[in-house]
Nanobody, 124 residues
């Protein structure tokens, strides 16, 4: 059974940093691209970052470009989201997800497996 488990969320002040982790099990990890999504109250889910199966290629949404960075460790079946310079509009539930390796990384409609999410709150 495929399971994705996020961790690392919490409360941080504006301008602060957090690193999220997502541990995957029940799948051949290197067969999948991985993505981080977020959803804030009253807003639609959006793709934040994505990374290819090998980790050689990444995609960043314009809203987080230069502030967030995604990485993966295939030996540990884990992906990470490093978040810096957090803004008041960044708070959301952040989800990691897995999709087959096909198409451009910015295509956000192919994700098959989802974690339960971890809350990120930005407040002074």
């Amino acid at each position: 059974q495929v399971q994705l488990v996020e961790s690392g969320g919490g409360l941080v002040q504006p301008g602060g940093s957090l690193t999220l982790s997502c541990a995957a099990s029940g799948l051949t990890f290197s067969d999948y691209r991985m993505g981080w999504f977020r959803q804030a109250p009253g807003k639609e889910r959006e793709l934040v970052t994505a990374i290819s199966w090998s980790g050689r290629t990444t995609y960043d949404a314009d809203s987080v470009k230069g502030r967030f960075a995604m990485s993966r460790d295939n030996a540990k079946n884990t992906v990470y989201l490093s978040m810096n310079s957090l803004k008041p509009d960044d708070p959301a539930v952040y989800y990691c997800a897995a999709a087959p390796n096909s198409g451009a990384l910015y295509y956000d409609r192919v994700y098959k497996y989802w974690g339960q999410g971890t809350q990120v709150t930005v407040s002074s």
